[in-house]
């Protein structure tokens, strides 16, 4: 497993996150400390989501669902019977 290696900006020695405060699900500030004791320097970083390398699994679930959920019960019942190839 990897861990996140947080460097202080001052003096380049590891640091440690102290706390965090989610800005939003994509946004947060961490709170740092520097292990450096004749540094002992203390800044926040904020990180934050990039873009996405490889969808998550559970994206195509909500949106199979959530088309699912807004279709007339006429056209629910012609999926079913093309998922289950009753219809050509």
């Known amino acids: 497993m990897r861990v996140l290696k947080i ?6 020695h590891n640091a ?3 706390k965090s405060h989610r800005i ?8 740092c400390q520097c292990r450096n004791v004749e540094c002992g320097h203390t800044y926040t970083l904020a990180l934050g989501f990039g873009h996405t390398i490889s969808p ?18 006429a056209d629910h019942q012609m999926v079913l019977d093309l998922l289950e190839g009753r219809v050509r």
């Open 7 to 12: 460097l202080c900006p001052e003096c380049g």
């Open 16 to 18: 440690i996150v102290s």
């Open 24 to 31: 939003d699900p994509k946004l947060s500030t961490l709170y």
């Open 56 to 73: 998550s699994a559970l994206t195509n679930n909500r949106l199979v669902k959530y088309l699912a959920d807004h279709l007339s019960p």
